[in-house]
């Protein structure tokens, strides 16, 4: 493990809409250059990237046409070069979004395979049914688009062709099922080997890597597929030791034995739905999600816990994050963000900026790796009926250009986004004309920009609050109250009414110091927590 990332406060950076140096109304590269002495203030000290590849943008840039190369409206390979240094210089390291099982239909590689008349699957870096072939069952196979006749397997939209790393298991009926050492395989393991190592010679700290528990395809438990990601473990260990791999995977007990640093919580699972999803961001059409392996059989939990209404459970988040931390022991991280480009933000339906507080109050206490997606931290809404933008829409009713709106960085009809509002991507952008700016937040010190900053320095100078460190839940009703370390007790009330609780052991008048609070007071023993409110005290 790096020890480095058990300390890392991480914060996600959709570079299309975060900040645009070159007001044509797209962010860059340079943008975030400009905005990394606000992420240092902030404390923020990793950097997740979503990719910044050549691409159609058809997906958004996880439709990459060329690995190797920055997408020119970013900027070059110069400019992130110029960005990973920029921001060591204020103690924060990059992360870039790996998309490992996929590419573009427009990538080199594809317009070769599909124009390959004598399909040699010796050579395939696709997966293509052969010539003769009928187009196989499901209804996710697309037709060739070039010379070469047959079908191909696209990995998310149709036009995401899945880059063939062999099958798990044969089937004489699909001669096109290549077992993982075959040619195609084993070319596309050391492609991406290259790739992870072009970018963390430039000084990357590693990768997020994008539905990576697809690559091996008809992969029961994921065995082909976790030996693979363990032998690109190994490669990393032995030629970056300090660089990490984290997972979209939404299976810590999985994922981190398969090699990888730390694993997400998905907001599309059980165990975070639990907590958030109020119903009021993209709906809950999105459990039914494609069978990825990230989002597969996942269902809606019902209320959320963090409900002004106060009818929701945090037990089956517990439940799962004990199951996971008992799997996986201290040999990874579980990670949790706040949102991220996907799914809704905290700030949506009839929840409130007030009731952001508690959220990350309890991000940033819990021994999860803490995140945050840009935005979020000043709540920034959630806005539906936006128009699909760049594959936003995955079908209707779950369109994420609602979480994808531009940071709003200044006052003004723009968000200080950029002055050249009628050729942003992702306009209109909230039109609430009190939403909330940076530079608004930062000038009021009871605003939830400087409640995250102070949750955020915290959780840096407490060593009870560290990720991974010990917890003991001492109620999971209203208020959520429980241990760090034994030495620092967080009190959480997400719901509108005040909460109380007794607490099970004595202790002296002044034995408790308050280090954080935002209406909780502890007085005889007894935790008295207003609506929304959330607290942090020294034993």
């Not at 060329?66 to 020119?72: E, G, Q, T």
């Not at 050391?190 to 072009?198: D, G, K």
């Not at 999600?289 to 517990?318: H, I, K, M, Q, W």
């Not at 109380?500 to 052991?505: D, E, G, R």
Request: net charge negative.
């Amino acid at each position: 493990m790096a020890e480095w990332l058990r300390r890392a406060i991480a914060y996600e950076i959709y570079p299309q809409s975060f900040s645009d140096s070159g007001a044509d109304g797209i962010g860059d590269l340079q943008g975030i250059i400009d905005r990394l002495d606000y992420l240092a203030w902030l404390g923020v000290d990793l950097l997740w990237l979503n990719p910044c590849f050549a691409s159609p943008m058809r997906d958004a840039g996880y439709d990459v046409s060329d690995y190797l190369r920055i997408a020119p409206r970013y900027g070059s390979n110069s400019d992130l070069v110029n960005l990973v240094d920029a921001a060591r210089g204020r103690g924060i390291r990059v992360l870039l979004d790996l998309v490992a099982g996929h590419t573009s239909d427009q990538h080199p590689w594809f317009a070769r395979a599909a124009n390959d008349l004598s399909a040699d699957p010796r050579h395939d870096r696709y997966i293509f049914t052969g010539p003769a072939q009928p187009r196989p069952p499901g209804p996710q196979w697309v037709a060739s688009p070039g010379q070469r006749p047959g079908w191909y397997l696209p990995n998310f939209f149709p036009f995401q062709p899945a880059l063939n790393f062999g099958y798990a298991r044969p089937n004489v009926a699909e001669p096109w099922r290549q077992p993982v050492d075959a040619h195609g395989p084993r070319v596309n393991r050391a492609a991406l080997i290259e790739v992870m190592a072009q970018w963390l010679g430039c000084g990357v700290a590693g990768f997020r890597v994008d539905l990576a528990s697809t690559l091996v395809k008809d992969d029961p438990g994921w065995r082909e597929t976790a030996g693979l990601w363990r032998e690109i473990r190994g490669w990393l260990d032995a030629a970056f030791p300090d660089a990490v791999l984290m997972a979209e995977w939404n299976s810590p007990a999985v994922a981190v034995p398969a090699g990888f640093h730390a694993d997400f919580y998905l907001a599309v699972g059980s165990e975070h739905r639990s907590l958030f999803d109020n119903g009021g961001g993209m709906g809950r059409e999105e459990s039914a999600g494609p069978d990825t392996g990230v989002n597969a059989g996942r269902t809606s939990p019902g209320a959320c816990y963090f409900s002004a209404e106060g009818n929701g459970s945090p037990e089956p988040f517990l439940g799962a994050w004990r199951s996971d931390v008992a799997a996986i022991g201290d040999a990874g991280l579980i990670a949790m963000f706040s949102s991220d480009h996907d799914f809704a933000r905290p700030v949506c339906g009839d929840r409130s900026a007030e009731q952001a507080g508690p959220v990350f109050a309890f991000l940033l206490t819990w021994p999860t790796l803490p995140g945050i997606h840009c935005g979020d931290e000043i709540g920034m809404r959630f806005v539906p009926g936006l128009p699909d933008v760049e594959g936003s829409e995955i079908w209707p009713g779950w369109n994420r250009a609602g979480s994808r709106t531009p940071m709003q960085w200044d006052d003004g009809p723009n968000a200080g986004f950029s002055s050249a509002p009628a050729s942003s991507l992702y306009l209109p952008i909230d039109p609430d004309p009190a939403r909330p700016t940076v530079a608004a937040q930062r000038a009021e010190e009871q605003s939830l920009l400087h409640q995250v900053r102070r949750l955020i320095k915290l959780r840096k100078e407490l060593p009870a609050l560290r990720t991974g460190g010990p917890v003991q839940v001492l109620n999971s009703g209203y208020p959520l109250v429980y241990l760090r370390d034994g030495t620092a007790l967080v009190v959480i009330n997400p719901r509108r009414e005040p909460a109380s609780f007794l607490l099970p052991f004595a202790h002296q008048p002044g034995q408790l110091d308050t280090l954080l609070a935002s209406g909780v007071a502890v007085a005889g023993g007894e935790v008295i927590a207003q609506g929304f409110g959330y607290g942090v005290f020294r034993l």
